[in-house]
């Protein structure tokens, strides 16, 4: 009895340690996988440099600035030129009115400028001299000249005899429309013309700055200046002498003096 209760514990014992080596077995966990590194964050490129600012493009203007401010200067200097031969001119009226009272010796002359220019060419500088002497200088400055048809040059007494009249100007080419190359262009015209001045009488001498050459001459030969002369008999000549003013005679055309 004894040995059989033995026996029976011995195979309990061993079927006990053969299930617990067996169980051991099944719990033993199976090793994870090793997780792959993280994938390394992309650099961000290098961001481009800014861009440089562009250089200023804008046209410089102090050397216009300074032309402007010569013209300037040059316009009061003949101002004070003209004042001085006006001046003249009405120390001859007094002299001939006081020494001898005769007006008759005297003659009067008349100086005008026209403008026949197209809108392709603007007048920025007009000066006028008489016998080397200026009596006009004008630089314009909103429109003055370049607006208008007609100006006055002088009109004072002079000694009868030969004259010389010395025209100086510059345009300024203007574009039209979608013509815009013409901007910015400098065209000067020189010129000069000698007329008689007779006693007792008035000179009137018109210089008409025209177009010349037509529609298929060259821009830069268009400018020029033409010469119109007309005489009449001086009104204070005929107010002395009791008898009404001569008409005006019909302008005559005068060509440029060499």
Not at 41 to 61: G, H, Y
Not at 81 to 105: H, M, N, P, Y
Not at 116 to 144: H, R
Request: glycine share 6%; proline share 7%.
């Amino acid at each position: 009895m004894f040995t059989q209760r033995a026996s029976l514990l011995v195979a309990l014992a061993t079927l006990a340690l053969h299930s617990s080596a067996r169980a051991d077995d099944k719990a033993a966990p199976v090793a994870a996988p090793a997780a792959a590194p993280a994938a390394a964050p992309a650099a961000a490129p290098a961001a481009a440099p800014a861009a440089q600012p562009a250089a200023d493009a804008s046209p410089r203007t102090s050397d216009e600035a300074f032309d402007v401010r010569v013209k300037g200067l040059e316009e009061q200097v003949n101002d004070i030129k003209e004042k001085i031969f006006r001046t003249k001119a009405r120390l001859l009226l007094l002299q001939e009115t006081v020494v001898g009272g005769d007006l008759t010796s005297g003659a009067r002359a008349v100086i005008v400028h026209k403008n026949e220019m197209g809108n392709t060419f603007l007048l920025e500088t007009a000066t006028y001299t008489l016998d080397d002497n200026p009596v006009y200088t004008k630089v314009d400055v909103k429109g003055d000249l370049a607006e208008k048809d007609q100006i006055e040059i002088f009109n004072g007494r002079i000694v009868p005899g030969q004259h010389r009249i010395q025209v100086k100007l510059e345009y300024r080419g203007h574009g039209v429309g979608p013509i815009t190359y013409l901007d910015g262009y400098k065209f000067k015209v020189t010129s000069s013309y000698t007329f008689n001045a007779e006693p007792g009488k008035v000179t009137t001498v018109q210089a008409i700055g025209y177009e010349k050459g037509g529609p298929f001459a060259e821009l830069k030969d268009k400018p020029d200046v033409r010469y119109e002369t007309a005489v009449s008999k001086d009104s204070a000549v005929a107010k002395k002498d009791g008898a009404p003013a001569t008409p005006a005679a019909a302008p005559t055309s005068g060509a440029p003096a060499p």
